[in-house]
């Protein structure tokens, strides 16, 4: 366990800094490109080396998987055309890996109560982060860590109206059955809180910094409907491998549930305010239900 401790310290620092808008403007100041990109690719390894060495655990044939993987990733804008068909490649090559899990496969835990892959997915998501803010220079709208108090409100107004709706929809379809988590209240409660600033933070972020922020971003020019209806099928389908593929359950659960974060987006054209709503859908989840 202590072995991830620096590792994850030293992505987490990477993570911030592929949020803050003073890290990527500073970022940005280098040229060429392609030292962007190195500086990326140099910071997606330097964890994985961080850990694997310090837990015994390197493995010459993972990490060349992952210096290919992140390789691909980092110099994706560095090497093509900022055009539609590439922004497509660059999606469907930022989801594979998550879809195909491959992270178990690289991060090799010393532990089993230790699920080292978390490292190689948050890696991955701050990485795709500063790929689509930097290199490509994308503007999702509002972005951020923390919401503006409009965005909270909001968020939170969208959550009350719909999780009822939500929440009929997966009790019908038996993909969760109500259970109030065990525990004293207060223990139950930081839970709740802790998930919920954990959600926000990093699943919601990048979730909807990527299924709304670019992909319904994109199409919102066009057709305001066409926009919210794709970027929730999208996110429905992520879902899909959800526990066992395919989780079709989870998967219309999910679309109905991007349905309510495209719609949010598109009136405020802020991530931050779908991903007050996004988190406290999970917070709910992981309380009272299983």
Known sequence: MWAALPAFLLDAVFYLGSIFKET???????????MQAAFLWFSALAPYLIFSLSAGTFARNSFY???ALTAVLAFWYALLPRRVAYDIGFLIVAAAPLVSRVFGRIYRSPDEHLDADILGHLMWIRLGIAVLLIMREWNPGAFGLWPRMREWRIGT???????????L??????DVRFELRAGPWWQVAAIGIGTFFGILWVVALSEELFFRGV???????????????????????????VHQFPNWRRAAVGTLLGVVFGILYAQTGSVRAPMVTHALVVATWRVFFK
């Open 24 to 34: 990527r403007t500073w970022l940005l100041q280098f040229r060429p490109a392609r």
């Open 157 to 167: 107004l969208y959550y009350l109206i719909f999780i009822i709706p939500v929440v």
């Open 169 to 174: 929809l997966a009790l019908g379809l038996h």
């Open 65 to 67: 998987l992952l210096a």
């Open 215 to 241: 992909i319904e971003r994109a199409m919102l020019g066009s057709s305001r409907v066409a926009a919210v209806l794709v970027s929730a099928m999208l996110y429905g389908s992520a879902h899909l491998w």
